[in-house]
T-cell receptor, first 111, second 114 residues
């Protein structure tokens, strides 16, 4: 069974520091990788996606993909209290039309 | 939210009653999905649609059915609601299968089955 694993947290990070969120996946055929942010009581919102090995940067966010080791990570620089949320990792494999979701990591940014 | 609405937003119903949730999109996206989200389980796919009248099952489809008669509407029906179907239900849409397949979510429906 294809799986996506995330540490449930909570991960506590001081304001202004770098928050590092990790995700591992089991399906070696996975092609695209997504990070979503979900505030309590709200719906998931897409932060960024990555499908090539290496880093992809978007503002304060950097996604890192290592297909050989089957992990993807999200770095948040200069963390702000507004970044406190649950971060969901999702992976698109070789199954049509379906994303496989991790259970999410709860991130807390402490002022 | 990317032109996606869900109705109702909150519903309380009794065990054994049928319930229909509606997802409506104004983006003209081909793919639509129904998920449920429960603590500790993340998002689990119930059913999805890849076009009008084209639907398929996800990993937790038992007790649920769907219909899509128009591009913009995707209905989820709980045929006979049970307490285990108490959950938050999210609809999502996706533009194409050409990659990278990002999905955009509606605001969710909180369903309580008593």
């Amino acid at each position: 069974q294809k799986e996506v694993e995330q540490n449930s947290g909570p991960l506590s990070v001081p304001e202004g520091a770098i928050a590092s969120l990790n995700c591992t996946y089991s399906d070696r055929g996975s092609q695209s990788f997504f990070w979503y942010r979900q505030y309590s009581g709200k719906s998931p919102e897409l932060i960024m996606f990555i499908y090539s090995n290496g880093d992809k940067e978007d503002g304060r966010f950097t996604a890192q993909l290592n297909k050989a080791s089957q992990y993807v990570s999200l770095l948040i620089r200069d963390s702000q209290p507004s970044d406190s949320a649950t971060y969901l990792c999702a992976v698109w494999g070789d199954s049509n039309y379906q994303l496989i979701w991790g259970a999410g990591t709860k991130l807390i940014i402490k002022p | 939210d990317a032109g996606i609405t869900q109705s109702p937003r909150h519903k309380v119903t009794e065990t054994g009653t049928p319930v229909t949730l509606r997802c409506h999109q104004t983006e003209n996206h081909r793919y639509m999905y129904w998920y449920r989200q429960d603590p500790g389980h993340g998002l689990r796919l119930i059913h999805y649609s890849y076009g009008v009248k084209d639907t398929d099952k996800g990993e937790v489809s038992d007790g649920y059915s769907v219909s899509r008669s128009k591009t913009e509407d995707f209905l989820l029906t709980l045929e006979s609601a049970t307490s285990s179907q108490t959950s938050v239900y999210f609809c999502a849409i996706s533009e194409s299968s050409g990659g990278p397949y990002e999905q955009y979510f509606g605001p969710g429906t909180r369903l309580t089955v008593t």
